[in-house]
Each structure stands twice: as structure tokens, then as C-alpha cells.
């Protein structure tokens, strides 16, 4: 099975960058991605890793350690629609994707 | 532009009827994920299939859920008899092939009073 964990809230400043972690425990892994999810709405996709390391996307920056089951998400001059959930998903080699609880972020201002 | 189209988007029942819900993945995709959301359980795979063949099923219960991929336009999620426990948001999701991004539906709202 997958075990993924992340933290269930945080609470950040506008302007201010935050870093929301994901650890995981999966055999077969194919790629780490991070979504968004505002209340009422489906997950959008945000950012992906398969090696380890960081990949950056304007504001957002998503960090994978294979070997120690471990990525990031970092959010950085935060506006008050950052508020959301973010999921971290895992990706086998079967094709299964399998999605933390998420962590809700309040932007406050 | 392409997008998972699911129906029907609120569904109200009581308890003890039947729902189906259908899905349309993005043409093209080869694979198409059933999840299910609440407040509680976040978002639970249910089951998914690979070129319309059934991989996992196993986040389903079995007694009274059933997903069926009839062609690779449509996929369905029936659930007989329907109990206030399902209520829940449920979404479908296709991905082209293994390791690209997921793109998910709007969801399928379900109350079951």
C-alpha cells in the first residue's frame, strides 16, 4: 500500500513563503504531484517530480527526495487565493495515484 | 478544450436507490481514476482502469459498488443500494499515460437522504 502524510492546516502571511511538506512510502514509484484545490472545486494540477530535486514554476517550487520519501511544496509571495488545499499524489508504475488528506493554507493578510 | 466531462454534477436520492454516475474522460487517455471526497476521508481512490481493463478495485466496497469502463469513451460508478454514508463529492479522472498529470472533472455532488 501508500502511506502519505502531510500536514493537515497551516497559516501563513500574505507576501510571506511557505513550505508545505509530503512524506511518502510507496513500492513502484513513478512521480510526486502536487495539486490545488479550492473549497467547492476540483483538484488543479500544479507541479511534478520524478528525479530528485527542485523544479520551479513562478511562484511555486516543488523539491522531491527519492530516497528519503520526502518532497515540498513552497509557496512563495503569497496572495489571499493561495488559500486552498493542497494535495501531494503519488504515482506507481501500475498507474495508480494515490492522494494525501491535504493541507489546508489560510493566507492571512 | 479538452476536459473530463462528468454527469450528473448534484444528485440528491433516498436511501436505498439506485445512482449512477458517468464520466467522459479526455479523448486520448488511457487511464480514468474514480475518487471519492468528504470532510472526513479526504480524496480516496476507489478504482481505475487501464485501456478500459479494471486495475484496482480495491478502495471500493464491493457489496454494493461497481465501476464498469463499457467503452473508452465512458465510464460509470453505480452504487445499489445508496446509504446517507455516501454522500460525498465524487470525482472522475483521466491521465494520457503513466506519470503525466491528472486531470480531473468537475465531481458529481451526492446526497442520500
Known amino acids: 500500500g501508500q502511506n502519505i502524510d502531510q500536514p493537515t492546516e497551516m497559516t501563513a502571511t500574505e507576501g510571506a513563503i511557505v513550505q508545505i511538506n509530503c512524506t511518502y512510502q510507496t513500492s513502484g514509484f513513478n512521480g510526486l504531484f502536487w495539486y490545488q484545490q479550492h473549497a467547492g472545486e476540483a483538484p488543479t494540477f500544479l507541479s511534478y517530480n520524478v528525479l530528485d530535486g527542485l523544479e520551479e514554476k513562478g511562484r511555486f517550487s516543488s523539491f522531491l527526495s527519492r530516497s528519503k520519501g520526502y518532497s515540498y511544496l513552497l509557496l512563495k509571495e503569497l496572495q489571499m487565493k493561495d488559500s486552498a488545499s493542497y494535495l501531494c499524489a503519488v504515482h506507481t508504475n501500475a498507474g495508480k495515484s494515490t492522494f494525501g488528506d491535504g493541507t489546508t493554507l489560510t493566507v492571512k493578510p | 478544450d479538452a476536459r473530463v466531462t462528468q454527469t450528473p454534477r448534484h444528485k440528491v436520492t433516498e436511501m436505498g436507490q439506485e445512482v449512477t454516475m458517468r464520466c467522459q474522460p479526455i479523448l486520448g487517455h488511457n487511464t480514468v481514476f474514480w475518487y471519492r471526497q468528504t470532510m472526513m476521508q479526504g480524496l480516496e481512490l476507489l478504482a481505475y482502469f487501464r485501456n478500459r481493463a479494471p486495475l484496482d478495485d480495491s478502495g471500493m466496497p464491493k457489496d454494493r459498488f461497481s465501476a464498469e469502463m463499457p467503452d473508452a469513451t465512458l465510464a460509470t460508478l453505480k452504487i445499489q443500494p445508496s446509504e446517507p454514508r455516501d454522500s460525498a463529492v465524487y470525482f472522475c479522472?483521466?491521465?494520457?499515460?503513466?506519470?503525466?498529470?491528472?486531470?480531473f472533472g468537475e465531481g458529481s455532488w451526492l446526497t442520500v437522504v
Open positions: 479522472a483521466s491521465v494520457l499515460d503513466v506519470g503525466n498529470t491528472i486531470y
